[in-house]
């Protein structure tokens, strides 16, 4: 094998800490193709640059939250009608948060996180948003006045969970079910030290108890006591109550 000068490959190469041989050894140096302005571009899609990506976002999240103060994230469905009990719901438990002491964080985007930072923005609150890139694209609402974007969802969800010392999730969908069980499993496992997780809409949550309980538990994939992993609440008031106790500033 040669280079494109024609110069032989070695048997051995070592590029930093990657140590490559025989067939792995690539032709060049890494400080010929960064210089290479001749070279093609494909090297802006490969893993190494995500890695630089990912590590640009968390600092960049990092760097805007990291005076937030104490804070709730709360979850809910991007398409929940601005019309209903629930974003109703949502508005007055954005209120309610900042007047306990806390700045809320949400998704940024519509239905139910519009509504809690509705409710936490119009209280004189800090309310952030966290948006996330996406095919569909929606936007951060109007109501968030500290907002990041990011590309990689496990970047937004460790600012979710690294900001937040607690979690109010609203009637949402598979996103919703995914940063719920998340949580839930980093305060299982005690990746996280334990706070409250509060899920709000009794009829709306309480097939998926239910399940857990009759299925999961009973069936001994998860343990009775995980059940006391979170609470279920139909009252704004007893939801910041609940959510804020064990996290009081």
């Not at 190494?48 to 760097?63: A, C, D, L, N, Y």
């Not at 009775?224 to 804020?244: G, K, N, Y």
Request: charged share 20%; proline share 5%.
């Amino acid at each position: 094998m040669a280079n494109p000068e024609g110069a032989p490959v070695p048997e051995e190469q070592r590029l930093g800490p990657v140590l490559r041989r025989h067939d792995q050894v690539q032709a060049g140096t890494t400080d010929q193709r960064l210089l290479d302005s001749e070279g093609p571009s494909e090297w802006v899609h490969t893993d190494p640059w995500r890695v630089m990506r990912i590590q640009s976002e968390f600092v960049e999240g990092f760097g805007a939250l990291a005076e937030l103060g104490p804070a709730v994230s709360v979850f809910g469905s991007a398409r929940t009608p601005r019309d209903s009990a629930e974003y109703d719901a949502a508005v007055r438990i954005g209120a309610a948060l900042v007047k306990a002491g806390f700045s809320v964080i949400t998704g940024g985007g519509p239905g139910a996180m519009e509504a809690v930072n509705k409710g936490a923005s119009e209280a004189g609150g800090t309310s952030v948003g966290l948006g996330i890139e996406l095919p569909f694209e929606q936007g951060m609402n109007d109501y968030v006045n500290l907002g990041v974007d990011f590309r990689y969802f496990f970047v937004r969800k460790t600012c979710f969970v690294k900001y937040a010392r607690g979690f109010v999730v609203l009637p949402g969908g598979l996103g919703t079910l995914d940063e719920l069980f998340e949580a839930l499993t980093l305060v299982q496992t005690r990746k996280v030290t334990r706070f409250p997780i509060v899920l709000f809409g009794t009829d709306y949550w309480s097939g998926l108890v239910a399940w857990l309980r009759e299925t999961l538990v009973a069936q001994g994939k998860a343990s009775p006591r995980d059940l006391e992993l979170f609470h279920i609440s139909d009252d704004v008031d007893e939801a910041i109550a609940l959510v804020t106790k064990e996290v009081g500033i």
